[in-house]
């Protein structure tokens, strides 16, 4: 183990390099600032809960472990189970990219408190370890002595314990790379020279064992630590947190994921992703790639989300897992995070096309907006509803990843090469770009006008070409420059190019086509969901024996009965023309479409506090005119099938 002596690290900055050159650049969260939109109004209360939060509760048993006398009680949910101490490093996290996001020093003032008491825990246990896991140390010294015992998701009668050490690193390495804090570097480093010690003697056979076991981003913490210290030992580690049984397959260009745990296995592609990013093993892009091809465009449901009560199921059987428990909402954060990285390396629009639906339909809708609770589950199971945290007694990875996923809307909105300035999501923002003495606003009203436009304010002239995405769902683009029509050539799903010379004041308009759309569920020929544009529509289902949705457990209300859907009697060619506009924006109502009963849709990021469905069964005309009752009772065994065999 590592002698108390070395405590105190020295650190070496490095200037690692990437070994492939990215294509393009995300901006820092710094120089993105939201304007009023519902994202910027989900940061505020996303900001206001994490205030709320008392950081000495959070920081409990990390004191108890250390032998320290705690501060405050330990907060209930997960957070007094096996799993204590993962909030706090999403807690980390999501005060780092919140600081970074409004400048609001409260948050710096979090994240520097808390990685001094941090520093204090690790100093008493005076081997660079650090933890709130409950018979943590007794668990990690079997592991060093190689006695490894995996079942389900327990190493040596813990609870996934390497995932919470990964979110802890990665906590400490953003409270250092985005606030700054030097200390939270020396305390990162010592933990990982800890885990270093402590698997310096297992072989090979025993990692595997090992590694059946959730061990969350583990290679990408420590890869992103390489990255930052230069010191080669991290770089080595990270690539011995390679589970052989998952990934070599993935490698090979075989999907092996049915019965997988979902978000067990997206971090390990992160993991990939960086790892590629700084050796330029191919091997390691291309793994990556692969995963994301199968998971974002055959495995997931029309949210952007996927999986079934965590798990991934056979593609053919997307009809039998319209479940309570369908997309787990950390799987889509980390599934926007993969989509990041492959854009980086090479920016395709296709790519911001998942990235747009996943975030309005799954991220965004995955909040209170009263509360600014969490989702964990995103129910896809027609007439359930959503199920949120509790502010003080859930703490799910849900909870950790949603604290995180509300506080960095900004990272993605553009890109930018050397001189190129990539539009991705239509999202009203602010972006300073000082090295070319360049701030751009956007402002609009997407999705709810069909219009945004671009101010450029320069110091100078600069000539830049802008590039505009071409969004896959829509037909139609139109470009105009000082109001001037500009000539542009591409298709839907691609990126289209202004270039010259910008001046102060210039100004960008761009016009889409946002039609009504449906989308099939994979592998059914009649049942779809319905999209205006990006925008995932659900119905209202009203609250009949509906509790109040908040719980401490995710799954409290999956066995409750809920009312069956409404089907859509109507052929195919001609189901769209029964939707008329209903008064407000993105809200819809059918006309004789809807047995028993007409329903009124709105989109899925505003259906907070009532039943829904987003998936309808579609039931041909003739079959209904034969025997309705008959149809109606088949529609609703075909979408009520998951809970008989799931």
């Known amino acids: 183990m590592v002698a108390a002596a070395s405590l105190v690290a020295v650190i070496a900055r490095s200037d690692v ?21 519902p994202f910027k109004q989900a940061m505020e209360l996303d900001g206001k809960y994490l205030l709320s939060l008392e950081p000495d509760r959070l920081l409990s048993w990390y004191r108890k472990e250390a032998g320290l006398e705690p501060k405050a009680p330990v907060y209930g949910g997960w957070e007094s189970t096996g799993l204590a101490g993962h909030t706090l490093g999403h807690y980390l996290s999501a005060c780092s990219l919140m600081y970074q996001s409004t400048d609001d020093t409260r948050f710096l003032d979090r994240v520097n408190y808390i990685v001094g008491e941090l520093a204090e825990c690790q100093q008493a246990n005076g081997n660079g370890y650090i933890a709130a896991i409950p018979g943590g140390k007794d668990i990690f010294g079997k592991v060093a002595r190689g006695e490894i015992n995996t079942q389900g998701f327990g190493l040596n009668g813990g609870w996934s314990p390497w995932y919470t050490i990964h979110k802890e690193l990665a906590g400490l390495i953003d409270a250092n790379q985005l606030c700054t804090n030097a200390q939270a570097l020396v305390v990162a480093t010592n933990l990982a020279n800890w885990v270093d010690a402590t698997t310096a003697n297992l072989t090979d056979e025993q990692w595997q064992k090992m590694l059946v076991c959730e061990y969350g981003g583990m290679n990408e913490a420590l890869a992103n630590l390489y990255g930052i210290t230069g010191n080669p030992r991290y770089l080595q580690l990270a690539e011995k947190f390679y589970d052989h049984a998952v990934l070599d397959p993935l490698a090979n260009g075989q999907d092996d994921l049915n019965g997988k745990h979902s978000n067990t296995n997206i971090p390990k592609i992160i993991g990939l992703a960086r790892l590629y990013e700084l050796t330029g093993d191919e091997r390691y892009r291309d793994t990556a790639k692969f995963f994301w091809e199968r998971v974002a465009l055959h495995r997931s449901f029309v949210i952007g989300g996927n999986g079934d009560n965590e798990h991934f199921f056979p593609v053919d059987n997307f009809a039998r897992h319209l479940s309570p ?27 911001m096309d998942f990235y747009e639906r996943a975030l309005y339909n799954n991220i965004l809708a995955s909040q209170d907006p009263q509360t600014g609770m969490f989702v964990y589950l995103m129910s896809l199971k027609p007439g359930h509803f959503k199920t949120f945290s509790t502010p003080t007694d859930s703490f799910w990875c849900c909870v950790g990843t949603g604290m995180e996923n509300h506080a960095k809307y900004g990272d993605t909105i553009y890109f930018h090469g050397d001189q190129s300035l990539y539009l991705n999501l239509f999202i009203p923002s602010e972006l300073s770009w000082p090295e070319k003495e360049l701030v ?207």
Not at 325 to 346: I, P, Q, V
Not at 604 to 614: A, E, G, I, L
Request: glycine share 4%.
């Open 17 to 37: 390099k990437t070994t492939p050159s990215p294509q393009t650049e995300p901006f820092p969260l710094s120089q993105v600032r939201l304007l009023d939109s």
């Open 325 to 351: 428990a369908t997309a787990e909402s950390c799987c889509t954060y980390n599934m926007l995070k993969l989509t990041r990285h492959l854009f980086e390396w090479s920016p395709d629009a296709g790519l």
């Open 440 to 646: 751009v606003r956007q402002e609009t009203q997407f999705p709810e006008s069909d219009r945004t436009e671009l101010e450029f304010k320069c110091a100078r002239p600069v000539r830049l070409a802008l590039k505009i995405r071409w969004p896959g769902w829509s037909d139609q683009l139109s470009v105009q420059v000082n109001g001037k029509k500009q000539e542009i050539s591409g298709t839907p799903g691609a990126y289209v190019t202004v270039e010259r010379k910008w001046r102060d004041g210039d100004s960008v308009e761009v016009h889409f086509q946002m039609r009504l759309h449906t989308e099939p569920l994979q592998a059914t020929t009649n049942i779809v969901a319905v999209l205006y544009g990006p925008i995932v529509l659900a119905g209202e289902m009203g609250t009949n024996g509906m509790p109040v949705h908040f719980a401490n457990n995710q799954t409290a209300y999956n066995r409750l009965p809920d009312p069956p859907a409404p089907v859509f009697v109507s052929t195919a060619d001609t189901l769209l023309n029964h939707f008329q506009p209903a008064g407000a924006p993105l809200t819809f109502q059918t006309e004789e479409l809807g047995k028993p009963n007409e329903v009124t849709l709105i989109p899925f990021y505003k259906m907070n506090d009532q039943r829904y469905s987003v998936y309808w069964t579609v039931v041909n005309p003739v079959d209904w005119l034969v025997n309705p009752a008959a149809a109606q009772a088949h529609a609703t065994r075909e979408m009520q099938i998951a809970l008989t065999q799931n």
